[in-house]
């Protein structure tokens, strides 16, 4: 920080407008002296003052320091890789624990705050939006080039050399994986079922269900095979029952959730119909209680017991228009009553109330209808059906299953499971594994894992290199040794030795012809992943080269980090939970003096 102690020649200098950011001085510049005094030498203080207190890094130092709080993130994600990789147990600030080892979930978790580093907690969001698969090998991806580039930044290099060279060697990648994925054809429908349960199989092989792999990738293919062509990934639901084993887990061809709430009368109601019609509502069916700055006047009984028998009308002339519609299942967002519940009972009715809202949307987009606000316009337009209704036991919960929706192709899945943290990262794990099988659908190219393509690639740069001369051999020769990250990972996980199992992998893979070698976990050993099955799509490796060479790219490109120090009022809030710098305070209504 800049002190400028200001001589007498003050009224001879001209000041320049301050520059602002919000309300804040960020800096100060003042411009040389307007006239030179007689006999002296001219005065030209060009000084840039910053606001006390504010932070600022530049250069070489800033440019290593953003590069090793990037290698921080890596240390710690880069264990969970691979089908022999470690699990991380986070613990937040309400003391919730969660077990995983999906790469996007940690850095999520891990509340980053270096500015630089929260962009390798981006692209992982990016990956498992897209794709779902491949969070971890990103990060990793991304880290290694930083490293391989902080050698280049020590010694002198530019970092505009290193990205143009980094951008070069990644698009001669992604021209390459497309030359080497192997299509397959859609028309063949056994065919695309093995590829996918292949895809889906590779990518639950890494999660703590790789024992019920092949029970799991089953259900996620039907799961996404009963879609529509879009296959909208909202339509697929996932309930968790805590109780039973893994193998417990059921694929419902239809829309199913669990019963929130009931009121005694339930248990009178049948639990299941043929070809039901279905009134879906946003209705309270119950007495509303009065409000505390209620007020009626009264001069007698019989006025109070005329307010007493309106509300009731009012109650039973909407269930008496429900039961008008010939409607057998009535749900509803807001609460059913007991008075209600009852009087459906007495009806054979079925009722369930406080029916969430993604599972009340499902159903009116797969049994039809629409969501009614008020009971007044009930028609068989607005009214939803299905081919079969049921309600039964589910572990210790109540479930309502509509089987047979006309409407739209949907399904739920209900896993099983002991603890809540084991049943949490089950779904997270069948959430990578759905998104891999839509992707498999809307690309169908796959390529092999386990390091096989990393490999093929590193091989390619490694011959480019060889034919071009300059900085930018080294630079594409140190991208292609960084590629070879993701193998030597997964030899390390699984307690391997990684440079004797590197050393066969780039021996095979400089012999003539298309090589698919890469680490056989379970021989300890290389393999043919691409006749064992491993298989991943093509779009899941171009996705994650891609915003991993962006990511090293945009940092390379940052040279100077100024940060601006934190107010007293904001760090007040901040402590507080809110945001800083962040007005709380009503429209009109200023602070108490």
Known sequence: NLQLHIPFFLSQLVPVPHFFVGTQYFFSLFTMQRGVPRGGPMMQPGIILLR???????????????????????????????????????INEAGSATISNDGATIVNLLD???????????????????????????????????????????????????????RKATSLALEHIKELAVSVKKDDKDELRSLLQKCASTSLSSKLVAKQKDFFSTLVVDAVLKLDELLPLNMIGIKKVQGGSLEDSQLVDGVSFKKTFSYAGFEMQPKQYEDPKIVMLNVELEL????????????????????????????????????????????????????????????DIFSAGRVARDDMDRTR?????????????????????????????????????????????????????????????TERSLHDAIMIVRRAIKNDSVVAGGGAIEMALSKLLRQYANNIKGKQQSLILAYAQALEIIPRQLCDNAGFDATNIL?????????????????DIFSEDIADNFLNAVWEPSIVKINALTAASE???????????????????????????????????????????
């Open 52 to 90: 006390e207190g504010t932070d600022t890094s530049q250069g070489r130092g800033q440019l290593i320091s953003n590069i090793n709080a990037c290698q921080h993130i890596v240390d710690a994600v880069k264990t969970t890789l691979g089908p022999r990789g470690m699990d991380k147990l986070i």
């Open 112 to 166: 980053i705050v270096h500015p630089a580093a929260r962009t390798l907690t981006e692209i992982a969001k990016s990956q498992d939006a897209e794709v779902g698969d491949g969070t971890t090998s990103v990060v990793l991806l991304a880290g290694e080039f930083l490293r391989q580039s902080k050698e280049f930044i020590e010694d002198g290099v530019h970092p505009q050399v290193i990205i143009r060279s980094f």
């Open 288 to 347: 509303k209680r009065e409000r505390e700055n209620a007020e009626i006047r009264i001069d007698n009984v019989k006025e109070y017991q005329a307010v007493v028998d309106a509300e009731w009308e009012i109650l039973y002339d909407k269930l008496e228009k429900i039961y008008a519609t010939g409607a057998k299942v009535v749900l509803s967002k807001l609460p059913i009553g007991d008075v209600a519940t009852q009087w459906f009972a007495d009806r």
């Open 365 to 425: 987009k797969a049994c039809g209808g629409s969501i009614q606000s008020s009971v007044n316009k009930l028609n068989d337009n607005v009214l939803g059906t299905c081919t079969h209704f049921e309600e039964k036991q589910v572990g210790g919960e109540r479930f309502n299953f509509f089987r047979g929706c006309p409407k739209a192709k949907t399904c739920t899945i209900i896993l099983r499971g002991g603890a809540e943290q084991f049943i949490e990262e």
């Open 503 to 519: 050393n066969k992998l780039r021996k095979r893979h400089n012999e003539e012809g298309t090589c698919w070698f890469g680490v």
């Open 551 to 593: 990511a090293a790219c945009m940092i390379l490109s940052v040279d100077e980090t100024v940060k601006a120090p934190t107010s007293n009022i904001a760090g007040s809030q901040a402590q507080r939970g809110g945001h800083p710098g962040v007005n709380y305070q009503g429209r009109g209504r200023g602070q108490p003096m």
